[in-house]
T-cell receptor, first 114, second 111 residues
Framework: DGGITQSPKYLFRKEGQNVTLSCEQN?????MYWYRQDPGQGLRLIYYSQIVNDFQKGDIAEGYSVSREKKESFPLTVTSAQKNPTAFYLC?????????????FGQGTRLTVV | EDQVTQSPEALRLQEGESSSLNCSYT??????LFWYRQDPGKGPEFLFT???AGEEKEKERLKATLTKKESFLHITAPKPEDSATYLC????????????FGTGTRLKVLA
């Protein structure tokens, strides 16, 4: 089945530690996105990529980094510079084309600082 | 500033009590508006895409409409299983294509 997979589902980070969240899709989508969701709030864009080896900062990129070495994969690293990383992280992908299509989401990673 | 605003933040309805959720946007170069449903602890699920003012889409008890400034998600005779957070998103051109979300409306339907 085609889809988008995030792992792990739950992640605990110690103060000062970098952690990487995985996002893999087998939908052959060009565009991929990372969002952060805080309790009771909407989705805020962290980074997005429209093509391999290229990505752009979203609205809240500070303290995060990404890479896009393969079309299928768009990992997000939460660095120690991110002072308040506890949140629900969502990865999405979409097919780009003449009619702009909807995004498909993974099931999310809940990151907690301990 | 490009942004998407949803109202109300939260809504409680009795089963069968119809209502509407609002999504207003201030972006230029709109290429599409999307509605999603999100259950707690899960990723959003796609509901509708609207591309141009005057367009309408329906699915079961839900109907989405679009004007040049806002979109409405009408819920007719809701059931408790319609309880969820409803998110809208827009895709627009700002140099590159950007895809941003509103803050969501938390809907609770009481039996």
């Amino acid at each position: 089945d085609g889809g988008i997979t995030q792992s792990p589902k739950y992640l605990f980070r110690k103060e000062g530690q970098n952690v990487t969240l995985s996002c893999e899709q087998n939908l052959n989508h060009d565009a991929m996105y990372w969002y952060r969701q805080d309790p009771g709030q909407g989705l805020r864009l962290i980074y997005y990529s429209q093509i391999v080896n290229d990505f752009q900062k979203g609205d809240i990129a500070e303290g995060y980094s990404v890479s896009r070495e393969k079309k299928e994969s768009f990992p997000l690293t939460v660095t120690s510079a991110q002072k308040n990383p506890t949140a629900f992280y969502l990865c999405a992908s979409r097919r780009q084309g003449r009619l702009n299509t909807e995004a498909f989401f993974g099931q999310g990673t809940r990151l907690t600082v301990v | 500033e490009d942004q998407v605003t949803q109202s109300p933040e939260a809504l409680r309805l009795q089963e069968g009590e119809s209502s509407s959720l609002n999504c207003s946007y201030t972006v230029s170069g709109l290429r599409g508006l999307f509605w999603y449903r999100q259950d707690p602890g899960k990723g959003p699920e796609f509901l509708f895409t609207l591309y141009s003012a005057g367009e309408e889409k329906e699915k079961e008890r839900l109907k989405a409409t679009l004007t040049k400034k806002e979109s409405f998600l009408h819920i007719t005779a809701p059931k408790p299983e319609d309880s969820a957070t409803y998110l809208c998103a827009v895709i627009y051109t700002s140099g590159t294509y950007k895809y941003i979300f509103g803050t969501g409306t938390r809907l609770k339907v009481l039996a």
